[in-house]
């Protein structure tokens, strides 16, 4: 039974890809920072596989060794997920507040790193790490200066992570936007049912993740699409 750790699985793209893995078999240790809605992904997940579930943040140096821990002896794949939004709504970067602007780096840039840091020495040959980025990461869109630009350090440090690491896949993934609770609080008052589900973003994970691509940055809808 492969074990697969993924971050922030308590709704929307993690649990939806939580949910696509159980079925296919993995052992999964998923986290968030809401503890209430985390064990009821859990216990949604527990019927079709082995599951621990850690309540608590990524940007915590105990709680990250604690995911690897759960995750022993060995780890097939990573998923860095949980991100934060930051302020909402959305600051311009000339107003954006430099402390809260700290915080979304260390959640979305530092802590993945962090984490991989930590389970580079459980990570099973082969192994793939598939951090979740934006297409702000590559587009400059009004607002999204903190948000965006901290993905994009993501994926700069997960092309370097590929590179230094060639027995491993090392992906930064471009989910497309998603009719999900981030997606709503950076558009507060606003319908975003027109997005779709993140569930629709899953088949272009799976292709990184059960396929043979290599390193590199990737967009799940345009994978799901491509000709098997």
Known sequence: ?????????????????????????????????????????????????????????????????????????AIDLLVNNASSLGPSPLPPLSEYPLDQLEHVYRTN???????????????????RIVNVTSDAAVEAYAGWGGYGSSKAALEQLSAVLGVEHPELRVYSVDPGDMNTQMQQDAFPGEDVSDRLPPEASVPGLLALIEGDLPSGRYMARVLAEAPA
Do not use: F, K
């Open 109 to 127: 840039a530092v802590a993945p790193l962090a984490l991989v840091q930590v389970a580079l020495p459980r990570l099973a040959e082969g192994a």
């Open 1 to 73: 039974m492969p074990t697969a750790i993924v971050t922030g699985a308590s709704r929307g793209l993690g649990l939806a890809l939580a949910d696509a893995l159980a079925e296919r078999g993995w052992r999964l240790v998923i986290d968030a920072r809401d503890e209430a809605a985390l064990e009821q992904a859990a216990a949604r997940l527990a019927d079709r596989t082995e599951v621990v579930a850690l309540a608590g943040d990524v940007a915590d140096p105990w709680h990250r060794t604690a995911l690897v821990e759960a995750a022993a002896p």
